[in-house]
């Protein structure tokens, strides 16, 4: 057994060394040489193949980095025109299987589990609802390389791919294989800490294998005094029959949230999509927390209910130049959007106090310019999984009317992005820029001035793993706003691992880096990837200059724990420094946390909205 250890590590630092090199000079062609000769060699014998097996799972990602960019350039291509025979799907077991190696075997545990705890989804349900495509179809290059990224995109599948095998005996015809691998249905969430105070949540993400969803959570505090008991469920299905409409119900019961709520929405999924909208209905009851703004010791507290609804429609129109380059991923995109808002229960509201509060009705229209596609790259929010990057440019003009309770005001805004590669593999770049504003005769009216760059470095490699470096830049200034309506630097928006209501204002500049090693090693099939990262943000009223405001700071690093099989959210350790944050008893925090995978933003034109004041 010793000696078998020691031919593993020898085998194990070998490979690697090979690997690593590889990748460091360019040679992505040699390390799939290497790649496939070595496995040849290991298949032999029962050992060899064990000791292949524990090797490759344990390294991380090695073979998929190359694998994803030799099938950057369409690969159905070759096959456009050709008849579809039949339609194979094949389904890997949730653990131990990969859709880049079919032929690995899960360990007897993960078959086990795999076979006994968890039900794939079904076959049927696959074909009437997840393929664009049938038996007897022409094959469209386009339509089965977004289909693939569709498959990946659904919350239930972990990742998937689709395999052209043209007939020897029918030169013309092709069968096609699509092989999916869930992701693991039950997710089990509890925080108990004594007999009357504790949560527990059920999250199904493939409700006996029909691809609908289920979240319920409870939570229980006894020393309570505005809510002892708390409730919450949401049921959604992604795709009702082969229409690509999500149906979702939400029923919430909570201590600062009441909401019933049901919406159906399909949106722009691929660019061959020429209609999309969605219709959503409810009723909210909300406890708000505001601060005063010239004196941020005061708080008031507001209870507010309404009933709302909001329907929009939309369609898409084929570029009109033929010969263009652009024709193909590019669309002219015209929507309208009315919604409605009635309050039962609100603060004292006068044209000029509580705005944000006003019975209104608004109807929108937008014209705009989307050209979009994808590039596969791995390892950037991901731990593994193919991630499909949006490459493209958005262009959107928004105008309409919105009818209060105080007359009437009109709105107009402009939304432009965009993101690419950059040359020489330099990494990829994001940009994003938003105006809008209500306008009403002369009278002052609230708009919002915001932009965003993000960028994400390429992989380096680093011994045997890779990192990334992302940078991210926020700004946003709000004109004329409510007193009771302003934005905050806090977590997501500015200062990660901070939840503080002091750090508002009505304009806003924030700088968040960060460093991420996707490491190679793992813990009972997580994968971990370490990290650290610096914030910086700057926040005040509009009547102060904001570059005389204080550089609110946050530095720190931590780990987190991901298995991509498994629907639970990763796993995430963090501790920080925040050396100046007002109202903090103290400047070191530490959190163990859920944290939801990030998704880079798309191109496609959705809803007609006033421009988001965050």
Do not use: C
Request: glycine share 8%.
């Amino acid at each position: 057994m010793f000696r078998y250890l020691l031919l593993f590590l020898f085998i194990s630092t070998i490979t690697l060394a090979q690997k690593s090199d590889s990748l460091r000079n360019g040679g992505v062609n040699m390390d799939s040489v290497r790649y496939t000769n070595l496995k040849i060699r290991m298949s032999k014998t029962k050992f060899s193949r064990s000791i292949y097996r524990l090797l490759f799972r344990d390294v991380y990602n090695q073979g998929k980095k190359g694998e994803v960019k030799a099938i950057e350039t369409n690969p159905f291509t070759p096959y456009e025109g050709m008849v579809i025979r039949k339609i194979v799907i094949k389904q890997l077991d949730v653990l131990g299987e990969s859709v880049y190696d079919t032929t690995r075997v899960g360990k007897q545990l993960e078959r086990f589990l795999s076979k006994n705890f968890h039900t794939n989804t079904r076959e049927r349900i696959i074909r009437k609802s997840f393929l664009r495509f049938s038996e007897g179809d022409e094959i469209q290059a386009s339509v089965l390389r977004d289909n693939e990224r569709l498959l990946r995109k659904n919350g239930t599948i972990t990742d998937a791919r689709i395999i052209v095998v043209p007939r020897t005996d029918v030169t013309w015809m092709a069968d096609i294989v699509v092989i999916i691998q869930d992701s693991w249905s039950w997710n089990i969430s509890a925080s108990p800490s004594k007999f009357n105070k504790f949560s527990l949540g059920l999250n199904n993400t493939n409700v006996n294998g029909t691809t609908h969803q289920q979240l319920t959570k409870i939570r229980y505090d006894a020393s309570d005094s505005l809510q002892k008991f708390q409730f919450r469920t949401i049921y959604t299905i992604p795709y009702i029959g082969k229409t690509f409409i999500t149906g979702q119900a939400n029923f919430i019961y909570e201590r600062d949230q009441k909401i019933q709520s049901i919406v159906f929405s399909r949106s722009f999924l691929t660019t061959e999509t020429k209609y999309a909208g969605s219709i959503e209905a409810g009723h909210a009851k909300l406890r708000n927390y505001k601060r005063d703004l010239d004196s941020l010791d005061k708080e008031n507290r507001y209870q507010t209910g309404y009933y709302y609804y909001d329907a929009w429609l939309g369609r898409s129109f084929k570029f009109p130049f033929k010969n263009s380059s652009l024709s193909e991923k590019s669309r002219l995109v015209f929507a309208m959007r009315h919604n409605r808002y009635k309050y039962t229960q609100r603060p004292e509201v006068r044209a000029d106090t509580n705005i944000i509060y006003w019975d209104r009705s608004a109807t929108l229209i937008s014209f705009g310019y989307s050209n979009r596609s994808y590039k596969r790259d791995v390892l950037i929010y991901g731990f593994g999984r193919t991630e499909d990057v949006p490459v493209g440019n958005l262009l959107a003009v928004t105008a309409g009317q919105e009818n209060t309770e105080f007359g009437q005001r009109g709105y107009a805004g402009v939304q432009y992005a965009t993101g690419h590669y950059l040359p020489h593999s330099s990494g990829y770049l994001y940009g994003l820029v938003n105006v809008g504003s209500y306008f009403k005769n002369d009278s002052k009216q609230p708009g919002v001035i915001s932009g965003q760059v993000n960028y994400i470095s390429k992989l380096i490699p680093f011994r045997y793993s890779y990192f990334r470096q992302f940078v991210t830049v926020r700004y946003t200034r709000g004109v004329n706003r409510d007193p009771v309506d302003y934005i905050n630097i806090s977590r997501d928006n500015g200062i990660r691992g901070i939840n503080s209501d002091r750090l508002i204002g009505t304009k806003k500049f924030t700088v968040g880096l960060e460093t991420v090693y996707f490491s190679e090693k793992s813990l009972l099939g997580f994968r971990i990837a370490y990290y650290a990262f610096a914030d910086f943000g700057l926040v005040t009223q509009d009547k102060f200059h904001l570059w005389n405001a204080p550089v609110y700071q946050g530095y720190g690093f931590g780990l987190r724990l991901r298995n991509e099989n498994l629907s639970i959210n990763t796993l995430q350790l963090r501790f920080g420094y925040y050396p100046n944050i007002p109202g903090t008893s103290s400047a070191i925090r530490y959190a163990i946390e859920g944290n939801t995978p990030l998704r880079l933003r798309d191109f496609d034109i959705a809803a007609p909205s006033m421009v988001p004041y965050q």
